[in-house]
């Protein structure tokens, strides 16, 4: 079956169940040019309360602890006013970490058949659903590829002392892991007096009226060679240490936004990324 083009796009989102997965769907759900048919959604289903952290983090160090209270209270100040106020029109199913790939869950999104499938923040997608769908499942990569690969890959380059790195990135979904060919990105915007968490969620803002437009506007993608440059950086998820989050705050501590700013037109003419010319005027 062809693409809707012009019409009002019939999508499946495929996400978690963080208040910033929420907020994701519940934005993507409001659109008029956008029918979302179904969200699947892993995580527990909470019936749309929200509430400020509230529990302890099991096993972690004072900084690593401060650290992530700090994330999840942000993430509460920048997305609840939208979640309090605004319905989630997502058709929302609760499943397991992993569930997706089940057999029956793989089957009604294949009867289901949608123009699109958008996936933030899910368990890996295994073949069967990819060979389904061929690009057709846009998937967003929280980072700019190739300079970052792996987890925390907008965390790192805060602690590399490199935010020119930081950003997402829109790309068609293949069955390697962040490695299909890039649509669209977006470097992270930085203010003067932001921490690292600021510019995490403001980025979190800014990628889903981004993807919104680009699914709206899918009909205007252009295909582009990928960019020539040496593979960059690879992390896993253990090397976010303890360590790793002291440098961090002593980086924002001594002028990393400044410093920043301050070459910001040269670090991105050096460090080039894939852009679709209708998606530079977005928010």
């Not at 997608?125 to 990569?141: D, E, G, Q, T, W």
């Not at 990105?185 to 403001?202: E, L, M, S, W, Y």
Request: net charge neutral.
């Amino acid at each position: 079956m062809a693409i809707n083009l012009t019409m009002k796009k019939k999508v499946i989102i495929l996400t978690n169940n963080e208040i910033r997965h929420k907020y994701f769907r519940t934005r993507f759900s409001s659109s008029k040019n956008i029918d979302v048919l179904k969200s699947f959604c892993e995580g527990r289903n909470d019936n749309g309360v929200l509430k400020q952290y509230t529990y302890d983090w099991p096993d972690l160090s004072d900084i690593e602890e401060i650290h992530f209270k700090e994330r999840f209270n942000t993430e509460y100040d920048f997305f609840s006013d939208i979640l309090n106020l605004m319905p989630d029109l997502s058709n929302p199913a609760f499943i397991e970490k992993g569930e997706i790939n089940l057999e029956e869950n793989v089957k009604e999104i294949i009867e289901i058949n949608p123009d699109l499938i958008i996936t933030y923040g899910c368990s890996i997608i295994k073949p069967p659903l990819i060979s389904a769908f061929p690009n057709r499942i846009i998937n967003v990569h929280l980072g700019l590829s190739p300079y970052y690969f792996g987890a925390g890959t907008n965390f790192h380059p805060l602690v590399n002392n490199e935010p020119q790195f930081v950003g997402y990135t829109f790309m068609y979904m293949d069955n390697g892991i962040d490695t299909g060919e890039i649509i669209h990105q977006k470097r992270a915007t930085v203010n003067v007096f932001d921490n690292p968490h600021q510019i995490g969620n403001r980025l979190i803002k800014e990628m889903t009226a981004d993807f919104i437009k680009l699914v709206e506007k899918f009909y205007m993608v252009k295909r582009f060679m990928p960019l020539n440059l040496p593979k960059g950086k690879t992390y896993k998820k253990k090397d976010a240490t303890k360590e790793s989050i002291i440098k961090l705050y002593k980086n924002f501590a001594h002028g990393l936004c400044e410093n920043y700013l301050r070459n910001k037109t040269r670090l991105i003419q050096e460090f080039p990324i894939i852009e679709q010319s209708f998606m530079k005027d977005s928010l």
